[in-house]
């Protein structure tokens, strides 16, 4: 059975009084029945391992260098991520891959150095607006997952998260076939790669534009673990709404 996981992208969003924030989802869910995982900026990071220690709730960076030290002036490695208190890293965020023009080798270089940190990497693939018009969704989500995610990977370490650009923080969101489609393809995928053991025990998250309120029809889609949520998790009253229909799939 692969345990939910309901996971916050706070992004580039929060400062210290943000930590109020994880203090009120702790008190919300002391022992929660999926996994929960924040992911804040790097400079709350210690602090929001601290605020969250002996809950069931865990922290996690947003990216991490594919080294594990040297001169790379603002770059965080994946053991420094570690030593901060994170036990997962969100890798290949489409924000990152056109921020940061990172390629998909990039992003299955950084996934081998979390891993071999000891992280979950939760790699993230998506199609623009243009590409899903085009009718090439799959395409682009197959060259994704060949081009990004390592060959050490396993259902321990592994997570994908399919991530629409066009959802992303739009208030749009795919149909549940649409959804469904997908998620079966990125399972048959995995499958047929890995083998069936590995490929059915990675879990599948769901991310763009989640809200309370859409959360649990989303959570019915067939091959969807749980959702990747960037706006609704920076308060844990919206934050919560979804974690609790997560609990009820
Ligand atoms: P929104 O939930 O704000 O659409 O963001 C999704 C996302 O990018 C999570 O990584």
Redesign the pocket.
């Known amino acids: 059975m692969r345990r939910k996981l309901a996971a916050g992208?706070w992004?580039m969003n929060g400062t210290t009084a943000a930590l109020s924030e994880l203090e009120a989802l702790t008190r919300a869910f002391p022992s929660p029945t999926v996994d929960v995982l924040i992911c804040p900026p790097a400079t709350l990071l210690h602090r929001a391992a601290e605020a969250v220690r002996g809950t069931g709730i865990t922290v996690g960076g947003q990216d991490c260098h594919a080294a594990t030290s040297g001169a790379h002036t603002g770059d965080i490695s994946a053991d420094m991520l570690v030593d901060a208190g994170a036990n997962t890293v969100?890798l290949g965020?489409?924000?990152r891959r056109e921020d940061h023009d990172e390629q998909n080798e990039d992003v299955r270089a950084k996934a081998r150095g979390a891993m071999d940190a000891g992280l979950k990497a939760i790699i993230?693939v998506g199609e623009s607006l243009e590409q899903r018009e085009a009718a090439n969704t799959l395409e682009i989500i197959g060259g994704q997952m060949s081009g990004s995610i390592p060959d050490q990977s396993t259902g321990e370490n592994l997570i994908v998260?399919y991530?629409p650009i066009w959802?992303?923080?739009?208030g749009k969101v795919p149909t549940l076939n649409e959804i469904g489609e997908v998620h079966d393809f990125i399972r048959a995928r995995l499958e047929r790669r890995f083998g069936e053991g590995v490929g059915r025990s990675v879990r599948l998250l769901y991310?763009?534009?989640?809200k309370p309120s859409n959360a649990a029809e989303i959570f019915g889609v067939s091959n969807v673990d749980g959702a990747?949520?960037?706006?609704?998790?920076l308060k844990a009253a919206d934050f919560s709404g979804i974690v609790e229909a997560l609990e009820k799939t």
């Open positions: 992208n992004k969100i965020h489409s924000e993230c998260a991530e959802a992303i923080g739009t991310g763009g534009s989640v990747l949520v960037g706006g609704a998790s």
